[in-house]
């Protein structure tokens, strides 16, 4: 424990709040640099998937839903979701869409 003058100093909460937002500031920023990182990774390893290929878009509004690539446009692929649902996603937001039915070596399973 930290002593000063043989006592221990007393600190109230209002005394370092500010210090509390700049490090709540800090790990946003922190956390942002992070996210914009891994875009960065993600949109220079992109490559349009083939047709055909079970496609998934995990990080938008069609997180969970398996769609299958009908054509491909540049750096971006026209992906039917089913049910008339065809929209145009940009090929680096794209993932592999196949359900793994393969035993695995840690036994988990798809």
């Excluded at 969970?64 to 049910?83: D, I, T, Y």
Aim: glycine content about 10%; cysteine-free; hydrophobic content about 45%.
């Amino acid at each position: 424990m930290f002593r000063y003058a043989g006592r221990v100093p007393v600190i109230a909460e209002g005394q370092i709040a500010s210090l509390r937002a700049e490090e709540a500031r800090a790990e946003r920023l922190f956390e942002d640099d992070r996210e914009r990182d891994r875009v960065a990774k993600l949109r220079s390893s992109s490559s349009v998937p083939a047709v055909g290929a079970r496609v998934s878009v995990p990080i938008t509004a069609f997180t969970g839903m398996v769609g299958v690539v009908e054509a491909a446009k540049g750096r971006s692929a026209v992906v039917n979701f089913g049910g008339g649902r065809t929209v145009t996603i940009a090929a680096w937001l794209l993932e592999s869409g196949e359900i793994q039915n393969a035993n695995t070596g840690n036994g988990i399973a798809a």
